[in-house]
């Protein structure tokens, strides 16, 4: 599947606008679900959900069937401004198969998360070209409370028709500078595992002329240095412009390794011959969750080691 020839922005989130809470993946508790409306309502937005979002078969909400169509109806739905996921785990490409491409291609709508949701942007970003939120989810950041998001790229994304910006975080460093290099793309990517669950599929990764983010959480250093080797080796780094990784939270072998995480990124980036920072706190982040919007230019500047959003997310 090509790259999406043009790129759809979804409307703009305003103040008492409703958002959906859905959950494509794993099944949650009715009281992180109950923090994180509380906290989505305190934002000023309405929140609907359906009855059996807190179904549970085997290690997903309820059956594929109920999960596609709650999906899709919150697509369908005309009172809906934004489609918001409860939390990850798996299940949202078992989605695939049951849901109506013509029911949701002509209603872009703001959708926020990340984990697993990283295969559902990947299928709206290759087959709609959406732009889309990895951002903090309902039943999960959110219901933690702001300390584990943050609420200004959160609301500026989905509520201002402007650029983000530079992306500011003490967290971050860059691995490799290549000469203070100041790179611009299409930002696109998420969560690793997904990415690499998502190769040899019709929604696989395109990150020609990108910049790249990945990130990643409680994975071995060698799963993750596997999953990059796979990404090279299927030619989809090759034409990258620059790449960010999140803060690849507890990526360790064990406490005594000898060796950092940022050390095996640096050494599997190395020959690629572009910048590449660490530690973006989007995603897997425990605290200050940051919103980053998927599908819009980017500009990742080595020397000043930040990442900025140059495009509007919403219109």
Known sequence: ???????????????????????????????????????????????????????????????????????????????????????????????????????????????????????????????????????????????????????????????????????????????????????SGRLVGGCLSLIAAMMGTPDELDARGSILFLEDAATRPYAIDRMLQQLKLAGKLTEVQGIVFGEMTDCVQHADQGYRIQDVLAECTADLGVPVMFGLPSGHSPRGNLTLPLGVTATLDADRGLLSIDEAAVE
């Not at 993946?25 to 929140?47: P, Q, T």
């Open 1 to 183: 599947m090509a790259q999406p020839s043009s790129i759809i922005k979804p409307a703009t989130l305003r103040a008492g606008d409703t958002v959906a809470i859905i959950a494509p993946a794993s099944n949650l508790k009715a009281d992180y679900l109950a923090r994180g409306v509380a906290e989505i309502e305190r934002l000023g937005f309405r929140v609907k959900y359906e009855p059996g979002i807190l179904d549970k078969a085997l290690y997903t909400a309820g059956d594929d069937k109920r999960r596609a169509n709650e999906l899709m109806r919150a697509f369908a739905d005309p009172e809906i401004k934004a489609v918001w996921a409860a939390r990850g785990g798996y299940g949202s490409m078992r989605l695939f198969k049951l849901l109506d491409e013509d029911l949701i291609r002509w209603r872009p709508k703001i959708f926020i998360g990340y984990s697993d949701m990283t295969a559902l942007s990947l299928y709206f970003y290759r087959r709609f070209g959406w732009v889309t939120f990895h951002g903090p989810m309902a039943a999960k950041d959110l219901a933690g409370g702001e300390g584990h998001y943050d609420r200004e790229t959160l609301i500026k994304a989905i509520t201002d028709a402007s650029p983000l910006g530079g992306i500011k975080s003490d967290k971050t460093e860059m691995l490799h500078s290549v000469g203070g290099a100041r790179v």
